[in-house]
T-cell receptor, first 118, second 112 residues
Framework: NAGVTQTPKFRVLKTGQSMTLLCAQDMNHEYMYWYRQDPGMGLRLIHYSVGEGTTAKGEVPDGYNVSRLKKQNFLLGLESAAPSQTSVYFC?????????????????FGPGTRLTVL | GEDVEQSLFLSVREGDSSVINCTYTDSSSTYLYWYKQEPGAGLQLLTYIFSNMDMKQDQRLTVLLNKKDKHLSLRIADTQTGDSAIYFCAERISGGSYIPTFGRGTSLIVHP
């Protein structure tokens, strides 16, 4: 299994440009998440999905959109990038709630996408 | 509301024990996790503890939970340079949204 993969690994954008970050998981997980990580801020949840075709807002959703058309993929879109969106973006996935104890509730993280907006 | 607090930095000498502390606010937390993030990588689960446990040991790792004080700690025995990383504490509330809440992470620096 590849686990959780993210594409691309690095990207530089100019203010106002758009892009889509792709997250893929091959573990048949129901839940998927997008986080951003900034120095001293830890992880902040942007959006998440509890299953194919569903999405929900997290702590910092403004400026981002997501889609979960297929169970294994979770896309994060930036329609008009701003310098404040310069960050490292992590995708994660986990099993369905209630399917087991903490060991199966574990989140599995991708390697991250480093995005710079000039 | 949910809030998880950690100190930002810890520096130890190789071979010493490291203790990383975490406090949380919600007494209904059921699962508490420690994740490790190595430079340039994503987070990986290190260990976890159920709220009905006081201690869990796994090789060099010892997790202590003080439910009364809402305090969680991770002890790494015989700390090695390969243990240098950011360590995140996270909690998940029973019956809540299922979304875990992460602390800001503690950067562990191990020097010779």
């Amino acid at each position: 299994n590849a686990g959780v993969t993210q594409t691309p690994k690095f990207r530089v954008l100019k203010t106002g440009q758009s892009m889509t970050l792709l997250c893929a998981q091959d573990m048949n997980h129901e839940y998927m998440y997008w986080y951003r990580q900034d120095p001293g801020m830890g992880l902040r949840l942007i959006h998440y999905s509890v299953g194919e075709g569903t999405t929900a807002k997290g702590e910092v959703p403004d400026g981002y959109n997501v889609s979960r058309l297929k169970k294994q993929n979770f896309l994060l879109g930036l329609e008009s990038a701003a310098p404040s969106q310069t960050s490292v973006y992590f995708c994660a996935s986990s099993y369905l709630r209630g399917s087991g104890g903490a060991s199966t509730d574990t989140q599995y993280f991708g390697p991250g996408t480093r995005l710079t907006v000039l | 509301g949910e809030d998880v607090e950690q100190s930002l930095f810890l520096s130890v000498r190789e071979g010493d024990s490291s203790v990383i502390n975490c406090t949380y606010t919600d007494s209904s937390s059921t699962y508490l996790y420690w994740y490790k993030q190595e430079p340039g990588a994503g987070l990986q689960l290190l260990t976890y503890i159920f709220s009905n446990m006081d201690m869990k040991q796994d090789q060099r790792l010892t997790v202590l939970l003080n439910k009364k004080d809402k305090h969680l700690s991770l002890r790494i025995a015989d700390t090695q340079t390969g243990d240098s990383a950011i360590y995140f504490c996270a909690e998940r509330i029973s019956g809540g949204s299922y979304i875990p809440t992460f602390g800001r992470g503690t950067s562990l620096i191990v020097h010779p």
